[in-house]
């Protein structure tokens, strides 16, 4: 039996809108070809920035976007980055394919792009390589009005309001490659940077501190003791992978065991949150501090030829799913959970756009942000599932996943069959609905769209129907579906 049962009576709040937040890094073709071009390209670009992928990124309402690291922010040096492009020193890109960065993609880029997208920018520092007053003066560049030599820097550089930037991170994966900190330590240093960070005019930043990796408890214990009160969020960081880190699998080839084994590991995510939660509860019961699922997304052995050190990845029907799982995890959990992060926005990861020249692709995981966008800025209900098994050997999981909101009197539910090949027939139950319409995204579980073949897209949906008071729905096999209930 698979029956949801909808009480809109019960709810853990609004869910915050970012929630539906992207990641982008100086990482393979994530920002160089994927989003930025330059303006002598003659793929169309507005200063620069690819026009086709711009469009695509504003049509799902990406509400922010976090830049310019991972672990590129740690050994990222913001003033490398300012001035006339032709001017700008030339780097290593240590991280990532050992590339020379040219830095032609700096501050002011980013700002604009996320002008372009109509978005909010989330700007990682520089911990790990970098000082307190290199990030408080990247803090006074792009935020204050006061005619200080570092704003008048700005004003050389052709911008004369600040931009009051919010949401600012103190180091990245401080526990690995930006600086293998103990949390002992980082917890010493973040108190020691968000000091000098200061608020100018009426923007108060949003102090983000570096929190654990998946199950790393002890981080977060230590992290909220010793400096919760110091920060508005900490995050956490869960990279779904089928094999190992040695070897992580195909993104396209892969069982039907490979494909129940990543559909159940992505739902480890639910625990971590939930654990990484209770910790935070025992300090801050009143839920000041937010989570920030700033990475998170399915990782998978780079595509057969392409740089290692690039991760590109190519994206299925399973990476919708794994998409799905995700966010109605990341719903249910919006009393605690007020960011999240997909890794990462084009070329790079779990992406919701490819390119290749000037070509674009979007992904199944991009209709599934199309799916979910109503969620944005809605109020949780609670959404009771019960739903059979299926699986494969010892990779057993639900068959439904969903989570539930409502704005302006219209309920949305969202919800994937994680079957692989077998229908799901839904009762749906606890609303008085009107009208019922729906909207899905459906194949085979090795389905993927590429250049000049794009079988996947959202469809309308007519499998939902109203049957004395119920909503009765038949999700087909490998889908992921919205249901929208006046
Ligand atoms: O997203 C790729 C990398 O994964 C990031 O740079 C890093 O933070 C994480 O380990």
């Known amino acids: 039996m698979n029956k949801i049962t909808l009480n809109p009576e019960r709810s853990r709040g609004v869910i915050n809108k970012n929630i539906y937040g992207h990641f982008s890094e100086h990482l393979g073709r994530c920002i160089y ?3 930025f071009v330059g303006k002598d390209s003659p793929i169309p670009n507005v200063n620069g920035m690819r026009k086709d ?30 001035g006339p492009q032709e001017g700008r020193k030339r780097m290593v890109n240590t991280n990532w394919g050992g590339v020379v960065e040219d830095n032609s993609f700096g501050t002011h880029e980013f700002l604009e792009l996320c002008e372009q997208i109509g978005c909010e920018p989330y700007i990682n520092a520089n911990v790990g390589s970098g000082t307190v007053r290199e990030m408080a003066e990247w803090v006074e ?16 550089n052709g911008r004369k309001e600040p931009w009051g930037v919010k949401y600012w991170g103190v180091g990245n994966e401080s526990w690995g490659c930006g600086g293998n900190m103990r949390p002992e330590y980082y917890a010493d240093e973040f108190r020691r940077y968000q000091t000098y960070c200061r608020n100018y005019g009426k923007n108060k930043l949003y102090r983000i501190a570096c929190g654990p990796t998946d199950r790393d408890y002890n981080w977060m214990e230590v992290l909220m003791e010793r400096a919760g009160r110091f920060m508005d969020a900490i995050t956490l960081h869960y990279y779904t992978i089928c094999g190992d880190w040695t070897v992580k699998g195909s993104a396209t080839e892969f069982t039907l065991h490979d494909f129940y084994k ?24 009143e839920k000041r501090v937010g989570l920030i699922v700033d990475e998170w997304g399915a990782w ?34 919006c009393d605690r959970v007020v960011m999240a992060n997909l890794a990462q926005t084009v070329n790079v990861l779990q992406s919701v756009v490819l390119t290749e020249g000037d070509q674009m692709v979007l992904t199944p995981t991009y209709h599934v942000f199309d799916l979910y966008k109503a969620h944005q800025d809605a109020n949780e209900i609670d959404c ?25 009197g219209v309920i949305t539910v969202t919800m994937a069959n994680l079957a692989a090949d077998k229908l799901a027939a839904v009762t749906l139950e606890g609303v008085n609905a009107a009208s019922v319409t729906g909207r899905i995204l459906k194949g085979e579980m090795h389905q993927y769209n590429d250049f000049g073949d794009s079988p996947l897209a959202v469809e309308a949906f007519d499998g939902c129907t109203l049957k004395n008071g119920s909503i009765v729905i038949e999700l087909p096999a490998c889908c992921v579906a919205e249901i929208t209930i006046k």
């Open 33 to 35: 070809q994927g989003l």
């Open 300 to 333: 998978y052995d780079v595509e057969p030829g392409t740089n290692p050190g690039f991760l590109y990845q190519q994206n299925t029907m399973r990476d919708a799913l794994i998409a799905a799982i995700n966010l109605n995890i990341f719903n249910r959990h």
């Open 262 to 285: 990543t559909l159940v590991r992505s739902q480890d995510m639910d625990e971590f949150i939930t654990r990484h939660s209770a910790i935070m509860d025992k300090y801050d019961p």
């Open 141 to 156: 560049y792009l935020n204050s009005e006061g005619d200080s030599t570092v704003v008048k820097k700005r004003w050389a």
């Open 384 to 408: 009771y599932v019960q739903t059979e098994t299926v699986g494969e050997g010892e990779w057993q999981t639900r068959q439904i996943t969903a989570s539930a909101s409502e704005k302006d």
């Open 53 to 82: 992928v711009v469009d695509a990124l504003k049509k799902i309402g990406v509400p922010v976007l976090r830049w310019p690291g991972g672990c590129f922010a740690d050994e990222y040096h913001w003033e490398d980055g300012i």
